[in-house]
Structure formats: structure tokens, C-alpha cells
């Protein structure tokens, strides 16, 4: 009992000593995530969002030391699978490298990655000798606390193209916050498990993929930074064979993310970058245009289900016309995919143990039941472009993004009466429950197969929901707004600009020959425009005046139509807006400061249609997914943490309101309006993970239950 509480005091006093050094750190180092805020201090004025986020971004992330603390109150012994994961650590801190225990079916990236980091704060700090699971827990808290939020604002920044001076890299942050708080992610951070560290090597490995290519952009000169010294292409080639290799070293399906996503994403980039792209939408013209090294990869929001069988043939037909040159480009990954095949031949299989319940086979069912996962954690982000895109009648101005017309369109009739039939197939003949799933009351996963399993009819009663949902989750992608050109003012330099009161302008005197044959103004006739008054000189034939329409009838008079309603709300409401805000200046277009901005909007236009989400990124997510998935044949919730952060990094930035991007908001309460609007989704979705967070962490530490073969073992409820 004494060695039990000095263990337990050893773990409390190492969380002590992390616990004081996450919350210095947070303040001293540079993380992604938080020194956005920090910087910010220094360049007044600040908005008042910023402002509240550069307080509560470390707020939250330091509720992961305090969610391990109590995980460590109500549960000091090893929990679950930390059952295996603990003491195989531990063999490693006792130098036993070959000892290995037959239950555990991942490789032992995460007991390496214990021992490298303990070994090293025993060196500086002379603690901890032991190895308890108190102080294993650290290993994924400091991963989740400082790491991974630095690395993957290193992801967004480098695909948003955004640095955290700029006001979008606030925006950026909150993102890698709510990644953070993933439910099933923040849950695992308090737990000895694998899941984030194999994220993270996988983020880590994505980051220096991404070096690769900016890197070979900067030699070919098409790089932006060519002031820099180009690195070495050499140096980035070997830290994302080690970033991929290590991803292996965490859990075995990595190898679809480090090998066939970034591979693919390589191919696209390579293509989309050498090719022109192809206007027509025809397969054939598809074909003949791909061997001219033209390209058909539209956008997501104007996609059809056939947009992407198209898509998939013309990245084939252009990739046959430069094999040799992307063969060069995916070296790095057929040689990681090599080194994982030699891993499976000299495993003779997949997982290391218990291959009885482990072996490789196709579980199609994992993309259906993925759909609605996806759905319940991100239905904050989908509220508002449905009701854009489903409403059937005028929206509010406060609601209304202004999605263009392809934009807003339903499932198409021919896409559900293709996918809903397959869908269907799959529940019959490749619905697998795994005898651990129907074994185990501790897991959420029981109680979702315990409603599918009522009925026969039940499962596939839930067709049209994967179908639903998989709809919303893939145009998520196409849920943004391409900038419309900027407006512009035609100028006349003889005619003086209209002052902006609404008083009685006089009008200017004529010359003498007008004089003549103009008749005498009325009071009301000054109040017209002069130029639509005015006779034209002699010889010239006069314009022909349209009779005025007849009154309309008194009824018509009193209700009015829908248009003239709008048509007066508008009016009113442009009066409003000219008193509260100082009228827009009419300036010549041929003024330099003019053009820039023209080009300005012009550049930002071009960019966003470049790098806004296309088909063929949804075509690799979905194929690296599936290959990650299918493989499986257990259900579990922490098998989807990788798939969903690949899908929340590539979300475009959410759109700002129509009536904001037609008229920018200039006093700053219209502004910390417009920005309440945007982000206000993000908000809805940080509230909802901590909700999620709170009950599971509630219900795992405090309602837990015995199973009557195992008296006086209290089991808890988990992901």
C-alpha cells in the first residue's frame, strides 16, 4: 500500500510540475495556436475578439492537464487497453526490448516515445524513476496541450497561405482550438492510448510534404519568397521519409494517410500546376484534352455526382502524358509504401497480435456508419449554408451568404437512386458486428448496434440518413463564396459630383442658346435632374417621351406589390445607413490607389478560385479513408479522429454575410458585427465539443458500474 501511494505521489507530483510548466510555456513559448493572441499585444488597436481570444485560447487548452488530473484522481490504475499499453512501456523503461506482449496489435511507436521523452526529463530533472500510469498520461497531454496545436497551425497556415499577423490567422487559431476539443481526441489526450501521437506524426509529416513542394517551387522560380536562400530539397525529402516512417511506428493504417493521401495530393498538385484547365464537360472532349495536357477538376459547389467519375478519368488521361515526372514526385511515398510491405511480409500480417481478432478483411459498412459520426460532432458548421441552400423563400439579411445558383441545389434524383441502391447492397451483404463490439457494454459503439439490431428493418431504415448525411458532410466543402469583381463609379469630369443632402440644388445657368428654348423652372421641376430636362441644341431631334402609366387601381395602391415593399424597405433602410455612417467618396477610376484596389480584388478573386476545395481532393480524402476504414473490423469512434481532422483542415473559411461583402462595414460596431456573423458557427462548435466533453468526462468519472462477474471492479462508460 505505501509503494502504491508513494507511485501515486510520484504521478501527482510530476502533473504538478507539467501543470506549472504547460501554463509558463503557454505564456513564454511560441505556439501555433496562442502566440497569434499573444503578438497581438503589440500592434494596437485590437478588436474585441482577438482580444477575448488571446485569453481564452490557453483557458481551454489548459483544460487537458485538468481533465488527466482528474482521470488520475478517479482512475490511477490502468484503464481498459491501457491494461497492455502500460506495462509494455514499462518493460521498455526497464531496457526488456524483448519483451512483448501477444495482445497488443500496434507497433511500439508510443512506448519509444515514452521512454525517449522521460529518459530525457530524468537527465535535466532527475524525475521520474518510475514509469506510472499517472505519469504515462503526461506523454499525450503534453502532445495535446503544446505539440500538436503548434504543428497544426503550421498546416493551416501554410494551406490557408495565412500568418498569424493577419486577421484570418485568428480565425485559423479557433480552428486548431476546436480541433483540440474533438471529443473523442480531447478524451484520449487523458488516457495512456495511440491515437494522438499517430495524428500528430501524421500532421507533422503532411507539414514537411508541404516543404518538399514549396521547396521545388522555389527552385523552378515560381516560388513567392525568392529573396530567400532555396533549401535543401534533399533535407525536406529526409524529414518526411522520417515523419512517415515514425507514422507507421504509431498505428498501421497510417500508411494510407502518409502514402496514398499526401501521395495523391502530390500527383494533383504536380498536374493542376503543368496543365491548363479543361472548359468542357464532355468525357470525350474530357479524354482528347487530358493527352493536350488539359485538366477537368471543377469546383466542389459546382460539382454533380458525374463531375467526379469525370474528374478521376481526366487526372488519369493528363497523368499518362508526364509519367516519368510524377513518378519522381512520389518517390518518397512508394518508398514508405515499400517499407510497410516488407513490414507485412516479415509480420506475415497486418497486426502484430491477437491476429485471431484482427484479421484484414472488407468492412464497406465503415463508410455508412462514418457519415453520420461526422454529422453529429460538425453540425454547428452546416446550420447556415442549409438554410441558404434549402430555404424556399427570401432570406434575412443577417442570414443570407449569397450562394450563386449551382450553389444551391438538393441531392440530385439520379445521384440518390445511384448511391442509395449501393448503400442498401453494402447493409446487407457487409453489415460485420465484431464479437468485441456486442461484448462489451463499456463502450458507446454497444448501445448504437443494440438500436440497429432491434429490428432487421432498422439498418436499413438508416440508409437514407448515411445518404443525407454523406450529402451535407462532401458540400461542406463548396459552403464559400467566390469575391465578386469591386463596383465602380463612372466619372465625369465636367460634371461636378451630386452633394449628398437631399436639399434643393440650384440649378447652373445655361448658355444663351439653351436659355432660349428652356422654360422657366418650377419649384419642383429643380428638384428633377437638370440633364433630364434639358433641350437639345437645334438641328438635333427631339427624344420621344414615354407616356406616364395610369394610376393604379386603389387597391393596388394599398397593399402594393412584394417588389415595391422591398423596394421601400431598401430605400429606408439606405437613408438609415447614410445617416449612422459617412458617405462613400466617388473617386476617378483612373487614380492609382483606384486600380490597385481593382487588382487587388481581381488577384483575390483568381486565388480563390484556385485554391478553393475541388473534386479531386474529395476524390483522394475519400479513397484514403476508405482504404483506412474498410480494413478494420471493429467500430470504433478514435478510427475516425484522422479522417475527420484531414476533413476540418480543408474546410474553406466560412463566408461573411452577402450584405457585408456588397458593403463593407465601416464603423467598428459594424464591423465586430460582421465578425460576430462569420465566426459565430465556430463559437456554436467550441460550445458544443466542451458539452460533449463535459458529459462523457462526467459520465466516465463518476457514474461507473460493476458487471456481476467481476464484483468490486467498477467499469466506466467511454468512446
Given at each position: 500500500m505505501s509503494s502504491f501511494k508513494s507511485r501515486r505521489d510520484d504521478g501527482f507530483e510530476t502533473f504538478k510540475r507539467f501543470g506549472t510548466f504547460a501554463s509558463v510555456e503557454l505564456r513564454n513559448l511560441r505556439l501555433g495556436p496562442v502566440d497569434d493572441y499573444l503578438d497581438s499585444m503589440a500592434n494596437p488597436p485590437e478588436s474585441f475578439r482577438s482580444r477575448s481570444a488571446r485569453w481564452l485560447v490557453p483557458f481551454f487548452l489548459i483544460l487537458i492537464p485538468l481533465w488527466v488530473s482528474l482521470v488520475n484522481k478517479a482512475v490511477p490504475e490502468p484503464y481498459l487497453d491501457e491494461v497492455f499499453h502500460v506495462p509494455q512501456a514499462q518493460a521498455y523503461w526497464a531496457h526488456k526490448w524483448t519483451q512483448w506482449d501477444p495482445k497488443l496489435t500496434t507497433p511500439p511507436g508510443l512506448y519509444l516515445c515514452s521512454y525517449i521523452v522521460f529518459a530525457l526529463v530524468l537527465l535535466l530533472r532527475g524525475s521520474p524513476t518510475k514509469l506510472t500510469p499517472e505519469v504515462l498520461r503526461m506523454t499525450n497531454?503534453?502532445?495535446?496541450?503544446?505539440?500538436?496545436?503548434?504543428?497544426?497551425?503550421?498546416?493551416?497556415?501554410?494551406?490557408?497561405?495565412?500568418?498569424?499577423?493577419?486577421?484570418?490567422?485568428?480565425?485559423?487559431?479557433?480552428?486548431?482550438?476546436?480541433?483540440?476539443?474533438?471529443?473523442?481526441?480531447?478524451?484520449?489526450?487523458?488516457?495512456?492510448?495511440?491515437?494522438?501521437?499517430?495524428?500528430?506524426?501524421?500532421?507533422?509529416?503532411?507539414?514537411?510534404?508541404?516543404?518538399?513542394?514549396?521547396?521545388?517551387?522555389?527552385?523552378?522560380?515560381?516560388?513567392?519568397?525568392?529573396?530567400?536562400?532555396?533549401?535543401?530539397?534533399?533535407?525536406?525529402?529526409?524529414?518526411?521519409?522520417?515523419?512517415?516512417?515514425?507514422?507507421?511506428?504509431?498505428?498501421?493504417?497510417?500508411?494510407?494517410?502518409?502514402?496514398?493521401?499526401?501521395?495523391?495530393?502530390?500527383?494533383?498538385?504536380?498536374?493542376?500546376?503543368?496543365?491548363?484547365?479543361?472548359?468542357?464537360?464532355?468525357?470525350?472532349?474530357?479524354?482528347?484534352?487530358?493527352?493536350?495536357?488539359?485538366?477537368?477538376?471543377?469546383?466542389?459547389?459546382?460539382?454533380?455526382?458525374?463531375?467526379?467519375?469525370?474528374?478521376?478519368?481526366?487526372?488519369?488521361?493528363?497523368?499518362?502524358?508526364?509519367?516519368?515526372?510524377?513518378?519522381?514526385?512520389?518517390?518518397?511515398?512508394?518508398?514508405?509504401?515499400?517499407?510497410?510491405?516488407?513490414?507485412?511480409?516479415?509480420?506475415?500480417?497486418?497486426?502484430?497480435?491477437?491476429?485471431?481478432?484482427?484479421?484484414?478483411?472488407?468492412?464497406?459498412?465503415?463508410?455508412?456508419?462514418?457519415?453520420?459520426?461526422?454529422?453529429?460532432?460538425?453540425?454547428?458548421?452546416?446550420?447556415?449554408?442549409?438554410?441558404?441552400?434549402?430555404?424556399?423563400?427570401?432570406?434575412?439579411?443577417?442570414?443570407?451568404?449569397g450562394f450563386q445558383a449551382k450553389q444551391r441545389k438538393y441531392p440530385k434524383l439520379k445521384a440518390?437512386?445511384?448511391v442509395i441502391p449501393l448503400m442498401l447492397a453494402v447493409v446487407h451483404f457487409n453489415t460485420i458486428v465484431h464479437p468485441f463490439t456486442l461484448a462489451d457494454n463499456r463502450h458507446y459503439v454497444f448501445y448504437v448496434f443494440r438500436i440497429l439490431l432491434l429490428h432487421p428493418a432498422v439498418k436499413y431504415a438508416a440508409v437514407p440518413i448515411y445518404f443525407l448525411c454523406g450529402w451535407v458532410v462532401i458540400s461542406a466543402f463548396g459552403f464559400t463564396t467566390i469575391q465578386r469583381p469591386p463596383k465602380t463609379l463612372r466619372v465625369q469630369k465636367s460634371t461636378p459630383a451630386a452633394p449628398p443632402a437631399p436639399a434643393p440644388v440650384p440649378a447652373p445657368a445655361p448658355t444663351p442658346a439653351v436659355a432660349a428654348q428652356e422654360p422657366k423652372p418650377t419649384s419642383s421641376y429643380v428638384r428633377k435632374p437638370l440633364e433630364a430636362h434639358q433641350q437639345p441644341p437645334k438641328g438635333t431631334k427631339k427624344p420621344i417621351r414615354?407616356?406616364?402609366?395610369?394610376?393604379?387601381?386603389?387597391?393596388?395602391?394599398?397593399?402594393?406589390?412584394?417588389?415595391?415593399?422591398?423596394?421601400?424597405?431598401?430605400?429606408?433602410?439606405?437613408?438609415?445607413?447614410?445617416?449612422?455612417?459617412?458617405?462613400?467618396?466617388?473617386?476617378?477610376?483612373?487614380?492609382?490607389?483606384?486600380?490597385?484596389?481593382?487588382?487587388?480584388?481581381?488577384?483575390?478573386?483568381?486565388?480563390?478560385?484556385?485554391?478553393?476545395?475541388?473534386?479531386?481532393?474529395?476524390?483522394?480524402?475519400?479513397?484514403?479513408?476508405?482504404?483506412?476504414?474498410?480494413?478494420?473490423?471493429?467500430?470504433?469512434?478514435?478510427?475516425?479522429?484522422?479522417?475527420?481532422?484531414?476533413?476540418?483542415?480543408?474546410?474553406?473559411?466560412?463566408?461573411?454575410?452577402?450584405?457585408?461583402?456588397?458593403?463593407?462595414?465601416?464603423?467598428?460596431?459594424?464591423?465586430?458585427?460582421?465578425?460576430?456573423?462569420?465566426?459565430?458557427?465556430?463559437?456554436?462548435?467550441?460550445?458544443?465539443?466542451l458539452i460533449i466533453n463535459l458529459i462523457t468526462g462526467y459520465v466516465f468519472l463518476y457514474k461507473g458500474f460493476e458487471w456481476p462477474q467481476e464484483p468490486g471492479k467498477i467499469q466506466r462508460f467511454m468512446w
Open positions: 497531454v503534453g502532445a495535446t496541450t503544446v505539440v500538436f496545436p503548434w504543428r497544426l497551425q503550421k498546416l493551416l497556415d501554410t494551406l490557408q497561405k495565412t500568418t498569424n499577423t493577419r486577421p484570418l490567422g485568428a480565425n485559423v487559431s479557433h480552428t486548431v482550438l476546436n480541433i483540440c476539443l474533438f471529443p473523442p481526441l480531447f478524451f484520449f489526450s487523458g488516457l495512456y492510448y495511440t491515437d494522438v501521437l499517430a495524428l500528430l506524426v501524421v500532421v507533422e509529416a503532411y507539414n514537411w510534404d508541404l516543404k518538399r513542394d514549396a521547396e521545388r517551387d522555389q527552385k523552378s522560380g515560381s516560388g513567392k519568397d525568392t529573396k530567400k536562400a532555396p533549401r535543401n530539397e534533399i533535407l525536406e525529402t529526409l524529414g518526411f521519409l522520417a515523419f512517415a516512417l515514425a507514422a507507421l511506428a504509431f498505428r498501421q493504417t497510417n500508411i494510407f494517410w502518409v502514402s496514398v493521401f499526401l501521395g495523391g495530393l502530390q500527383v494533383v498538385r504536380k498536374i493542376r500546376k503543368s496543365a491548363s484547365p479543361c472548359m468542357s464537360s464532355k468525357v470525350t472532349t474530357i479524354v482528347k484534352q487530358g493527352l493536350q495536357n488539359e485538366v477537368y477538376d471543377p469546383l466542389i459547389s459546382e460539382a454533380s455526382l458525374e463531375d467526379y467519375l469525370k474528374t478521376a478519368i481526366s487526372l488519369a488521361t493528363v497523368g499518362l502524358k508526364q509519367p516519368f515526372s510524377l513518378l519522381v514526385s512520389l518517390i518518397p511515398h512508394i518508398l514508405v509504401l515499400a517499407a510497410f510491405g516488407a513490414f507485412v511480409l516479415w509480420n506475415n500480417g497486418v497486426v502484430l497480435g491477437h491476429k485471431e481478432f484482427h484479421t484484414a478483411g472488407i468492412h464497406l459498412a465503415q463508410m455508412l456508419y462514418i457519415w453520420p459520426y461526422f454529422t453529429f460532432f460538425s453540425w454547428p458548421l452546416f446550420v447556415i449554408p442549409l438554410i441558404n441552400i434549402l430555404a424556399f423563400k427570401p432570406l434575412p439579411k443577417y442570414l443570407n451568404l440518390a437512386l445511384i414615354k407616356p406616364k402609366k395610369a394610376d393604379p387601381p386603389a387597391e393596388t395602391k394599398k397593399t402594393g406589390s412584394l417588389a415595391e415593399t422591398k423596394k421601400t424597405e431598401s430605400l429606408a433602410e439606405t437613408k438609415k445607413t447614410s445617416q449612422t455612417e459617412p458617405p462613400a467618396e466617388v473617386t476617378d477610376p483612373n487614380d492609382p490607389a483606384v486600380l490597385a484596389r481593382v487588382q487587388e480584388h481581381i488577384s483575390a478573386r483568381q486565388r480563390d478560385i484556385l485554391e478553393a476545395p475541388r473534386v479531386s481532393f474529395v476524390l483522394i480524402w475519400l479513397a484514403a479513408t476508405s482504404l483506412s476504414l474498410i480494413t478494420a473490423p471493429l467500430v470504433e469512434p478514435r478510427y475516425f479522429i484522422i479522417p475527420w481532422v484531414m476533413w476540418r483542415v480543408h474546410l474553406p473559411p466560412l463566408p461573411c454575410l452577402l450584405r457585408d461583402r456588397e458593403t463593407r462595414p465601416r464603423t467598428e460596431e459594424a464591423k465586430r458585427r460582421a465578425d460576430l456573423v462569420i465566426n459565430l458557427p465556430k463559437f456554436v462548435e467550441t460550445a458544443w465539443f
